[in-house]
């Protein structure tokens, strides 16, 4: 079951003014996203070297972050901090670990 539009505009910040159909595709987005991150989860997929962060990736989730609402977007650094460190996580792969909980939550 995915999130209505109606409860995605409740988390991002009252200043985006995105269409309905970018929000949609925001969405569908972060649900890649999270199924990526829960598939690699459920495999145990151990991250190895950490990749190389590039600006364009770290962009990418920042772009994301800023439609989010200031509650919402410091819960999901905080998350992604957190399994960073305690779960030893690539920082890109702690974002998406985070996205995913946030979404299911």
């Given at each position: 079951m995915m999130l209505?539009?109606?409860?995605c505009r409740?988390?991002?910040s009252p200043e985006c003014d995105v269409s309905d159909e970018e929000l949609a595709?925001?969405?569908e987005e972060l649900y890649c996203v999270a199924s990526l991150a829960i598939d690699m989860w459920q495999?145990?997929?151990?991250s190895s070297p950490k990749p190389v962060r590039t600006n364009?990736?770290?962009?990418g989730?920042?772009?994301a972050l800023r439609?989010?609402?200031?509650?919402?977007?410091?819960?999901?650094e905080e998350r992604a901090a957190i399994?960073?460190?305690?779960?030893?996580?690539?920082?890109d792969e702690a974002e998406r670990a985070a996205i995913a909980m946030t979404l299911e939550g």
């Open positions: 209505s539009l109606q409860h409740k988390l991002v595709a925001v969405r495999k145990g997929v151990k364009k990736t770290r962009n989730f920042g772009k439609l989010l609402a200031d509650d919402t977007r410091a819960e999901i399994a960073e460190y305690d779960g030893n996580l690539a920082r």
